[in-house]
Nanobody, 110 residues
Framework: VQLQASGGGLVQAGGSLRLSCAAS????????VHWYRKAPGRQRELVGT???????NVADSVKGRFTISRDNAKNTVYLQMNSLKPEDTAVYYC?????WGQGTLVTVSS
Protein backbone atom coordinates (compact mmCIF):
# COMPACT_ATOMS: atom_id res chain seq x y z
CA VAL A 1 0.00 0.00 0.00
CA GLN A 2 1.31 3.45 -0.88
CA LEU A 3 0.93 6.20 1.69
CA GLN A 4 1.11 9.95 1.32
CA ALA A 5 1.36 12.23 4.32
CA SER A 6 0.47 15.89 4.07
CA GLY A 7 -0.60 18.88 6.10
CA GLY A 8 2.64 19.97 7.71
CA GLY A 9 3.75 23.56 7.94
CA LEU A 10 4.88 26.37 10.16
CA VAL A 11 2.74 27.25 13.17
CA GLN A 12 3.20 29.27 16.32
CA ALA A 13 3.31 27.61 19.70
CA GLY A 14 -0.20 26.95 20.93
CA GLY A 15 -1.51 26.53 17.42
CA SER A 16 -2.98 23.53 15.64
CA LEU A 17 -2.37 21.47 12.54
CA ARG A 18 -4.05 18.46 11.05
CA LEU A 19 -1.95 15.95 9.20
CA SER A 20 -3.42 13.52 6.70
CA CYS A 21 -2.21 10.11 5.61
CA ALA A 22 -3.87 8.95 2.43
CA ALA A 23 -3.60 5.38 1.18
CA SER A 24 -3.80 4.02 -2.30
CA UNK A 25 -5.79 0.89 -1.59
CA UNK A 26 -9.16 0.20 -0.04
CA UNK A 27 -7.67 -2.52 2.17
CA UNK A 28 -6.45 0.43 4.20
CA UNK A 29 -9.61 0.22 6.23
CA UNK A 30 -8.62 -3.24 7.45
CA UNK A 31 -5.17 -2.37 8.75
CA UNK A 32 -3.64 -0.40 11.60
CA VAL A 33 -1.93 2.91 10.91
CA HIS A 34 0.85 4.47 12.93
CA TRP A 35 2.19 8.01 13.15
CA TYR A 36 5.87 8.60 13.89
CA ARG A 37 8.02 11.67 14.12
CA LYS A 38 11.72 12.32 13.76
CA ALA A 39 13.28 15.49 15.12
CA PRO A 40 16.88 16.51 14.42
CA GLY A 41 19.25 14.90 16.90
CA ARG A 42 16.55 12.72 18.36
CA GLN A 43 15.43 9.17 17.82
CA ARG A 44 12.33 8.41 15.85
CA GLU A 45 9.32 8.37 18.12
CA LEU A 46 6.03 6.57 17.80
CA VAL A 47 3.38 9.26 18.17
CA GLY A 48 0.34 7.06 18.06
CA THR A 49 -1.67 4.30 16.45
CA UNK A 50 -5.17 3.77 15.23
CA UNK A 51 -6.36 0.22 14.75
CA UNK A 52 -8.59 -1.00 11.95
CA UNK A 53 -11.40 -0.88 14.49
CA UNK A 54 -10.74 2.74 15.34
CA UNK A 55 -9.07 2.22 18.71
CA UNK A 56 -6.38 4.83 19.28
CA ASN A 57 -3.35 5.12 21.48
CA VAL A 58 -0.95 8.06 21.65
CA ALA A 59 2.38 8.65 23.33
CA ASP A 60 2.45 10.24 26.76
CA SER A 61 4.33 13.21 25.29
CA VAL A 62 1.31 14.18 23.18
CA LYS A 63 -1.56 12.80 25.23
CA GLY A 64 -4.33 15.32 25.66
CA ARG A 65 -3.06 17.36 22.70
CA PHE A 66 -2.97 14.99 19.72
CA THR A 67 -5.74 12.75 18.47
CA ILE A 68 -5.89 10.21 15.66
CA SER A 69 -8.93 9.44 13.56
CA ARG A 70 -9.72 7.71 10.31
CA ASP A 71 -12.14 8.11 7.46
CA ASN A 72 -12.31 4.74 5.77
CA ALA A 73 -14.48 6.07 2.98
CA LYS A 74 -11.58 8.34 2.02
CA ASN A 75 -8.82 5.84 2.86
CA THR A 76 -7.34 8.52 5.08
CA VAL A 77 -6.06 8.74 8.62
CA TYR A 78 -5.68 12.05 10.40
CA LEU A 79 -3.42 13.32 13.15
CA GLN A 80 -4.99 16.33 14.82
CA MET A 81 -2.37 18.28 16.72
CA ASN A 82 -3.46 20.96 19.16
CA SER A 83 -1.57 23.11 21.67
CA LEU A 84 1.59 22.61 19.68
CA LYS A 85 4.93 23.16 21.35
CA PRO A 86 8.35 23.90 19.84
CA GLU A 87 9.43 20.41 20.88
CA ASP A 88 6.81 18.98 18.52
CA THR A 89 8.91 20.22 15.61
CA ALA A 90 9.78 17.17 13.52
CA VAL A 91 9.14 15.34 10.30
CA TYR A 92 5.99 13.31 10.75
CA TYR A 93 5.51 10.00 9.00
CA CYS A 94 2.67 7.55 8.73
CA UNK A 95 3.21 3.84 8.43
CA UNK A 96 0.98 0.90 7.68
CA UNK A 97 2.29 -2.64 7.39
CA UNK A 98 5.68 -2.22 5.71
CA UNK A 99 4.82 1.01 3.91
CA TRP A 100 5.91 4.47 4.96
CA GLY A 101 4.65 7.81 3.78
CA GLN A 102 7.23 10.34 2.61
CA GLY A 103 6.96 12.52 5.70
CA THR A 104 5.67 16.01 6.26
CA LEU A 105 7.55 18.69 8.16
CA VAL A 106 5.97 20.39 11.15
CA THR A 107 7.74 23.42 12.54
CA VAL A 108 6.49 25.06 15.72
CA SER A 109 7.90 28.48 16.49
CA SER A 110 8.12 29.85 20.01
Amino acid sequence: VQLQASGGGLVQAGGSLRLSCAASLTIFRFIDVHWYRKAPGRQRELVGTITNGGVTNVADSVKGRFTISRDNAKNTVYLQMNSLKPEDTAVYYCRSLDSWGQGTLVTVSS
